[in-house]
C-alpha cells in the first residue's frame, strides 16, 4: 500500500473531491496533518468520507504564537490524535525572533504529550534543526516524521540515532536539483509524502495532486536502484515500523 505521510488534506477546496477520488483510487494512506485547531476539526470532518485519510493533529511553529498562553485547551486533541503534528520550530520563514519563545513553548508543550504518551510527531525543522534534534532527546521522542528536511546532512545520523523517519518529497522531481538527501538516507528509514496541495506549488506553480505520489515513488526508485513495487513494499514496512500500533490496524 501506498503511504503519503505529510499532506494537507484540509487546504483542498475546489479540488478536494478530486483528491479523496484520487486517495481511494490508488489506495493511498494519507496522514492528514493539521496546523491548528481548525485545521484539525476539517480534517477530521473530510476523514469521513474517506476511510485512507487519517487526520492528525498539531499546532505548527507558524501558528504557535495564537496557543501559547492557551495550552491546555490542546490537551484533548493531544490525547486523542494516533501522532502529533505537524508540530516543530521555524527559525528560517519566521524572521520575527520575538515569536521564537511562543514557537518553543508549544513545541514543548507538544513534545511533552508525545513523550507521556509515546506518540510519534510529524515534524517541521527548518531553520531549527538543532533545536528540534535537543528537543526530542529531553523528552523521550523515539520515532518522528521529519518533514521535508533541508538541514544540515552532518545532523541526520544523529536523527536516525533518535530513531526518527525522513521524508522524501516533490522535490525530487525537481530537475534542475541533486539528489539531496536521498542518496544518503537508510531505505529503512524512508517515508515519502507529498506535502499536498501546495507542496507542488513551490516546484511547478500547480496545486499538487495525490497522484503525484506515484511519480515520486518512481524517482525514489531509481535513485535507490530498486523496482517501484519492492520499494512501495519496503516503504509500508517502515510505516508500520514508525507508526506501530498506533493506529489501530489503519490500512
Known amino acids: 500500500m501506498l503511504v503519503d505521510a505529510h499532506a494537507h488534506i484540509d487546504w483542498y477546496t475546489d479540488a478536494l473531491n478530486e483528491a479523496l477520488a484520487q486517495i481511494e483510487k490508488h489506495r ?10 481548525p485545521a484539525y476539526l476539517k480534517t477530521v470532518e473530510i476523514a469521513q468520507s474517506c476511510p485512507f485519510v487519517i487526520p492528525t493533529f498539531g499546532i505548527h511553529p507558524w501558528e504557535a504564537a495564537r496557543y501559547a498562553d ?13 501522532v502529533i503534528g505537524e508540530a516543530g520550530l521555524d527559525f528560517h520563514y519566521v524572521k520575527d525572533k520575538g515569536f521564537y519563545p511562543g514557537q518553543i513553548k508549544v513545541f514543548e508543550y507538544q513534545c511533552m504529550w508525545a513523550g507521556r504518551l509515546s506518540k510519534p510527531m510529524n ?5 531549527a534543526e538543532r533545536e528540534v534534534l535537543e528537543m526530542l532527546g529531553r523528552f523521550g521522542i523515539d520515532r518522528s516524521i521529519i518533514h521535508w528536511y533541508s538541514g544540515p546532512v552532518s545532523l541526520i ?7 526518527c523517519y525522513f521524508t522524501l518529497g516533490v522535490d525530487v522531481l525537481n530537475p534542475g536539483k541533486q539528489p539531496g538527501i536521498v542518496d544518503v538516507l537508510p ?8 506535502d499536498n496541495p501546495d507542496g507542488y506549488r513551490w516546484l511547478a506553480h500547480e496545486i499538487g495532486m495525490p497522484e503525484l505520489l506515484l511519480e515520486i515513488l518512481r524517482k525514489v526508485s531509481a535513485a535507490k536502484g530498486m523496482a517501484p513495487a519492492e520499494l512501495e513494499s519496503k516503504l509500508w514496512q517502515n510505516w508500520q515500523d514508525c507508526m506501530e500500533d498506533k493506529l489501530g490496524g489503519v490500512g
Do not use: Q
Open 187 to 194: 531505505i529503512d528509514r524512508i517515508l515519502l509524502e507529498t
Open 157 to 163: 545520523e544523529s536523527y536516525l540515532a533518535a530513531g
Open 28 to 37: 493511498i494512506l494519507t496522514m492528514a496533518v493539521a496546523m491548528d485547531v
Open 123 to 127: 515534524l517541521h525543522t527548518k531553520g
Open 70 to 82: 492557551r495550552l491546555h485547551e490542546l490537551d484533548g486533541y493531544l490525547e486523542w490524535t494516533p
